[in-house]
């Protein structure tokens, strides 16, 4: 089994149950961990053979653009699209964190973290 990691995916989106939120947007990280059997594309280094992170990037882009009021179902829609569309991918960790959330303190992020298996 092994591990594909994409740290820090930085994404401006309108997710957040306030008004203001879906107006004027804010700035967002993804950590996103994927596990599955690489072994046969560390043999044929093929592209096809193994899980793309380009495709697993474009998940992430794709489904933090759809406006949302918790980042619970954002996190959930971009698990959900991985297993569908990745057969490779046997276990997968999200982090969705909202940074500067508007909570009235000091708070550098706050982050929802999912995670779902084959």
């Known amino acids: 089994m092994g591990k594909i990691t994409l740290k820090n995916i ?4 309108y997710h957040g149950c306030l008004d203001e939120e879906g107006k004027i947007g804010s700035d967002y990280r993804v950590d996103l961990m994927v596990k ?3 072994s046969k594309s560390a043999q044929t280094d093929s592209l ?11 998940i992430v882009k794709e ?3 759809i406006r949302t009021k918790l980042l619970e179902t954002v ?5 959900k699209r991985i297993f569908t ?15 500067n959330p508007p909570i009235g303190g000091n708070v550098g992020m706050v982050t929802v973290s999912s995670t779902k298996s084959r």
């Open 10 to 13: 930085k994404v401006f989106s």
């Open 36 to 38: 599955g059997d690489l």
């Open 48 to 58: 096809g053979d193994t899980i793309d992170y380009v495709h697993l990037n474009k």
């Open 63 to 65: 489904e933090m653009a």
């Open 75 to 79: 996190a959930e829609r971009i698990l």
């Open 85 to 99: 569309e990745i057969e490779l991918v046997k276990k997968a960790r999200v982090d969705v964190s909202k940074i």
